[in-house]
């Protein structure tokens, strides 16, 4: 489901940049732009009115990690500005076309800088543009039971709403904590217990040490 949206953490980063150079046509290719655009309408609703290239990639980048328990416990905090850090060219190369041709945003290569429309038609579009899955969720979020509103009237809503960025969050964060959790059920039945805690403090070792060299 997320991976409408969450696919960019950009782990098959190269694989991707080959199909986009090589213009291929065909149900891959088309999946791929519709995922990049996907990410970015989600991240245009979640950043502010001005934000650089970097600040836009390490919010796609973040996406498949939002609501995410791992996160939490057991992954390195420094994990999404690591992608983005060795990833600049290749976050370049994705979205350079996706950026210059759409309409609710200003883009400046040369500076790094993008400006979207944080307007209420403009956010309105934005999550127009969102995948099925997430207009759902939100709409589960924002709709109180039994009203059964229509989803457009819904998002009509949100996008007029101070809190649109947070709603839009939250709905991300709810698919990706229960795919997360699916996950991680799933590998202590396939690992058996005592590998999972293996490697679990693996993982904290790992992050401990991401936290020193923040500090």
């Known amino acids: 489901m997320i991976k409408q949206v969450g696919y960019l953490v950009l782990m098959n980063m190269s694989i991707q940049v080959r199909i986009l150079l090589q213009n291929e046509n065909g149900k891959l290719h088309a999946a791929l732009v519709s995922n990049l655009k996907s990410a970015v309408n989600a991240c245009f609703l979640m950043l502010p009115e001005s934000f650089s290239e970097e600040e836009l ?3 796609i ?7 995410d328990f791992r996160m939490v416990i057991g992954e390195d905090k420094s994990k999404v500005s690591n992608i983005v850090k060795d990833n600049m060219q290749h976050f370049r190369i ?14 400046r290569p040369q500076q790094g800088r993008l400006e979207v429309d944080k307007s209420p038609e403009g956010q309105f579009t934005q999550l127009m543009a969102l995948p099925r899955t997430l207009q759902q969720q939100i709409t589960r979020l924002v709709d109180p039971p039994g009203k059964n509103r ?21 709905g991300i ?39 020193w060299r923040k500090t």
């Open 173 to 211: 964060s709810s698919i990706v904590k229960t795919s997360s959790i699916s996950q991680s059920v799933k590998g202590i039945a396939t690992a058996g217990l005592m590998k999972t805690v293996s490697y679990s403090m693996k993982k904290l070792q790992k992050m401990s040490k991401g936290w």
């Open 94 to 107: 994705l979205y350079n076309n996706i950026l210059q041709e759409c309409p609710q945003v200003v883009y």
């Open 61 to 67: 980048a973040g996406l498949s990690y939002s609501g």
């Open 57 to 59: 990639f390490h919010q």
């Open 150 to 170: 229509d989803v457009e009237e819904i998002l009509l809503q949100v996008a007029q709403d101070p809190d649109c960025a947070s709603v839009v969050q939250q």
